[in-house]
Each structure stands twice: as C-alpha cells, then as structure tokens.
C-alpha cells in the first residue's frame, strides 16, 4: 500500500511546488516593472528581482524536497519584510497606477508563494492547484483594473496666474526654485510613479498621483527652504526654494 501512495505525495509536491516557483517568478516579474515604470535601473530591486528568479529555479530543481521548500519560502517572506516599507507606502496609493500595480504583484504573488509551499509540505490534494492559480490571477488583475480605473479618472488640477510650476520627471526635481510669497506652486508629476512635494519646516505637504498636477497655495516668510519628495526610495528628489 506504500508504494501506491508514493506517487500520489510526489505528484502532490510537484504540482504545488512548480505554482511555487511560478508565484516566485511572478514577483520576479513585479519587480522588474517596478523599474520600466519609474524609468530607471534600481540596483537593490534588480537584486531582489534576480534572487526570486533563482529561487524558482531551486524550487523546480530540487521539487520533491520539502526543506529546500520551506527555506525558499522563509527567504520569499524575508524578502518581503525587508521591502515593506516600499510596498506599504504604494499599496495605499492605487490612484498611482505605476507605483501600486507592481506592488500588488508582488505582495499577492509573495503570500500565494508561501501557502504554495506549505501546500506541498502538507501534500495537500493537487485538485486545489488550479483554482489557487486561478484565484490568485483574479485578486492580481482585479487589482490592476481598480487602479487604472482609479488613476486615469483623477482630476488634473490646473496653473494659475502666476503659478510656479515645478516639473517632477525622471524622479528629480529641480535643485532651485524661486517665488513670491503669497503664491500657488503647481506640481506636475510626469513619470508614472507618484511622488509628493513637502516642504521642510512648513505644513506644505502634497501628494502627486502618476502623471497628474495638483496645486498647493503658499504663504510663507521670505526666506531659503529645503523641498522633497518623502517617497521612500525618492531620497534624490530634493531642492531649495527661495521665497522673496
């Protein structure tokens, strides 16, 4: 009776396993359009995206045994944890489709990577593989249409007379700005990755959607300020205004 059942736990832990290292691809993958949507090479992410990818590879490899497994998944979730942060601050932004969809990707496929993995620990029934897959696609795409709905149907705001308009593209700002007090700053977001415009010491703090504008009045002392995008990973994005 034993050797009847062997093939059935091996086909079991093939199964889950290889959805494993899909989801760990899949992560892979988020990754890699976290860098095409913020239009540059981020070393730690291509990193990160290069050590899922080899992670699949081991899973497939060494499918039938359950440690390898488990360590894979111990390292998928520590991945995770150390991305936080990042993912965090983008997860509450779905109107910033660039920055959101790559984070719900990864975050779904990082979860359904680890109950892949103690599925196949488990030798759970493979008959379960198909609709995980399945339902771990629909959250993905139900995810990415609530976001592009999101985004493309955000206001635009519009300059004023007199408006200063502060360009933010390639994830830079200007080094220097200059305006008169009392007056309105436009911030206009040309990348497909939000940011936000804060001005040190002051209460100026606005949210920029992907490719969208707002607008913020600002009556402040003459004087020299610091400005910057508090986006995490966003650090560059930095300048001086000089109020007169």
Not at 67 to 82: D, E, F, Q, Y
Not at 162 to 180: F, H, K, R, W
Request: proline share 5%; net charge negative; glycine share 6%.
């Amino acid at each position: 009776m034993s050797t009847e059942r062997e093939p059935d736990n091996r086909l079991h832990l093939t199964s889950w396993r290889t959805l494993q290292a899909v989801f760990l691809m899949s992560i892979s993958t988020a990754l890699v359009l976290t860098m095409i949507f913020a239009g540059a090479f981020i070393p730690p992410v291509m990193f990160f995206a290069v050590l899922y990818l080899i992670l699949a590879g081991v899973v497939l490899k060494w499918r039938f045994n359950t440690r390898v497994s488990l360590a894979v998944a111990a390292l998928a979730i520590l991945g995770l944890a150390g991305n936080a942060p990042f993912l965090m601050e983008d997860l509450a932004h779905p109107e910033s489709w660039g920055s959101f969809i790559p984070a719900a990707m990864a975050v779904i496929a990082g979860i359904a990577s680890v109950v892949a993995a103690v599925a196949a620990i488990r030798t759970s029934n493979t008959r379960l593989v198909r609709p995980t897959l399945y339902a771990v696609e629909g959250l993905t795409f139900f995810a990415i249409a609530v976001s592009l709905a999101l985004s493309f149907s955000a206001e635009d705001a519009s300059a004023e007379a007199g408006d200063l308009v502060v360009l933010a593209e390639g994830a830079e700002y200007p080094d220097s700005i200059a305006m008169t007090s009392p007056g309105g700053i436009l911030i206009e977001n040309r990348d497909r990755i939000r940011h936000t415009f804060v001005i040190e010491g002051t209460d100026v703090a606005v949210e920029v959607p992907a490719l969208k504008s707002r607008r913020t009045d600002v009556s402040l002392p003459a004087g020299t300020y610091d400005y910057i995008c508090d986006v995490p990973g966003h650090e560059s994005m930095k300048g001086t205004l000089t109020v007169q």
